[in-house]
């Protein structure tokens, strides 16, 4: 069945790196992409919506600059955060949909930045 | 922007008994979706909820949207270990997107 494959599921990295997440829609094509984060405790926040090939929407708050979304092609949308901090770690999630039917969720990820 | 309630927020009961997480919508709801989640894992998807007095049954989860259709109410009947988690409602916004509560922490004791 239709399942967005999302990886890496844990990741660590030193603070001022930059890290990029990557969600692949596996048997259907994800015309729009969103990422959400979950911070410890707290519910799945919505950072941004990406359509495949145009320039992704931010919520309020968000740092385009920060987190760079790239839609590029119906199957792979990723998530890069740049010059990581350690209040970005969180869990990081994508879930993709095509047109108006069932979305599905990747895994997540977890992101640790010492 | 929609805002979603949970209630309670957070939940400890004996294995075997029942009990009711609730979700109130500031909205109508368009459609609404009961996930559960393990912190830190990702989503499990239960139910999907669209018209008013749905309702749909998997297992010993129940779920049910109002006719009025700004509340939804999930029950699980004789609670095992199994159920515990967090479990979240979510409803679509006309780019469908999902907002979601901020969760039922749901811990089912011996």
């Known amino acids: 069945g239709a399942v967005v494959s999302q990886h890496p599921s844990r990741v660590i990295c030193k603070s001022g790196t930059s890290v990029k997440i990557e969600c692949r829609s596996l048997d259907f094509q994800a015309t729009t992409m969103f990422w959400y984060r979950q911070f410890p405790k707290q519910s799945l926040m919505l950072m941004a919506t990406?359509?495949?090939?145009?320039?992704?929407?931010?919520e309020q708050g968000v740092e385009k600059d920060k987190f760079l979304i790239n839609h590029a092609s119906l199957t792979l949308s990723t998530l890069t955060v740049t010059s990581a901090h350690p209040e970005d770690s969180s869990f990081y999630i994508c879930?993709?949909?095509?047109?108006?039917?069932?979305?599905?969720f990747g895994q997540g990820t977890r992101l640790t930045v010492v | 922007s929609q805002e979603l309630e949970q209630s309670p927020q957070s939940l400890i009961v004996q294995e075997g008994k029942n009990l009711t997480i609730n979700c109130t919508s500031s909205?109508?709801?368009?459609?609404l979706y009961w996930y559960k989640q393990k912190y830190g894992e990702g989503l499990i998807f239960l139910m999907m909820?669209?018209?008013?007095?749905e309702e749909k049954s998997h297992e010993k989860i129940t779920a049910k949207l109002d006719e009025k259709k700004q509340q939804s109410s999930l029950h699980i009947t004789a609670s095992q270990p199994s159920h515990a988690g967090i479990y979240l409602c979510?409803?679509?916004?006309?780019?469908?997107?999902?907002?979601f509560g901020k969760g039922t922490s749901l811990l089912v004791t011996p």
């Open positions: 879930r993709g949909i095509h047109g108006n039917t069932e979305a599905f």
């Open positions: 990406s359509n495949e090939g145009s320039k992704a929407t931010y």
């Open positions: 909820l669209q018209k008013g007095g």
């Open positions: 909205k109508t709801l368009y459609g």
């Open positions: 979510g409803a679509e916004d006309s780019g469908y997107a999902l907002n």
